[in-house]
């Protein structure tokens, strides 16, 4: 069908081509093979005389010319697809798309197991790739256009929407035979002496540990600093190291008779909610929309806090 000269077909083309950034992208979520897609971009680049995706390294970037158009195609798409019935379709149960996600090492023990059967449930087709939250994950303007969506603490000031996935107690962990351990528990002035293994995630960014030890005017003596929260309960095991970490990863690690222990925290509860990122544009996208269901389904079933009480010496 066209309009003006123009084919639909074409115009759903370039909105997907500059919502994504990216050519293979496009292709992966409208069905068509990379050389359709190509020859689809090559038409767009006469049309309007324009490169409109330009490499940048690896990847592309909008020319200047793509930025203001954007917003324009999805408003004409949106007023189109109302009328017409031209909005691109997404069938879970036939799909073989595949979303790129970004999130922790953390995040991923948390959600993988039940994402992936929530997902598989109703796309056995459908596939994830999943990649680490890198240390300038806020400082990059596409990160919600190269990725589908991101899991991340809320209040990381993503310039996209979020919506609530779960939340997690912090807790203590140490070796089960800490020489500082009084009856199963720490006390401040221990934590103030004792050395700790803390998690970064690059520059300026603040976890939920370092603002609690910051309010109570505690300086950590860092013996030593990983990427992430997941190395943490493995690299103080049979040292005098603590580390601060989320309750739902400690309790992965804790056994009778492990040499690790989880121990109540000497101060008031602190809460990690963790949450989904992603670019406003994607609600235009009935896949999008269907991926972010199963966000929300997710979350439902994180409510529930880690059960029992805490293993202590």
Do not use: C
């Amino acid at each position: 069908m066209t309009l003006g000269g123009i084919d639909l077909n074409l115009l759903i083309s370039l909105k997907v081509l500059l919502e994504e950034g990216n050519v293979t992208r496009a292709g992966q979520r409208l069905e068509l093979s990379q050389p359709a897609m190509s020859a689809s971009l090559a038409r767009l680049r006469r049309r309007f005389d324009d490169e409109l995706l330009v490499r940048a390294g690896r990847d592309y970037e909008l020319t200047p010319l793509a930025k203001d158009l954007l917003p324009e195609v999805q408003h004409a798409v949106r007023l189109l697809s109302r009328a017409l019935r031209l909005e691109d379709q997404f069938d879970p149960t036939t799909s073989e798309r595949t979303f790129r996600l970004s999130m922790s090492d953390y995040a991923i023990s948390v959600v993988h197991e039940p994402l992936l059967r929530l997902i598989e449930s109703t796309a056995p087709g459908v596939r994830l790739e999943i990649e680490g939250l890198g240390v300038d994950i806020r400082s990059s303007e596409k990160v919600l256009v190269d990725f589908d969506a991101l899991i991340a603490p809320l209040g990381f000031g993503f310039p996209g929407a979020s919506r609530p996935l779960w939340r997690d107690r912090m807790v203590l962990m140490a070796s089960y035979d800490h020489p500082r351990l009084h009856e199963g528990g720490l006390t401040l002035e221990a934590l103030a002496e004792v050395p700790h293994a803390v998690a970064g995630f690059g520059p300026g960014i603040l976890t939920p540990a370092d603002r609690v030890f910051g309010e109570l005017g505690i300086t950590r003596h860092v013996a030593l600093q990983v990427h992430g929260f997941l190395p943490l309960p493995f690299v103080i095991a049979g040292t005098e190291m603590v580390a601060v970490v989320p309750e739902r990863l400690a309790r992965t690690h804790v056994r009778e008779g492990g040499p690790v222990v989880i121990v109540e925290p000497p101060f008031d509860e602190v809460v990690l909610a963790e949450g989904y990122w992603f670019g406003r544009d994607r609600m235009s996208d009935p896949a999008h929309r269907w991926l972010f269901a199963r966000f929300d389904e997710l979350a439902e079933g994180l409510v529930e806090e880690p059960a029992g009480d805490l293993a202590t010496t």
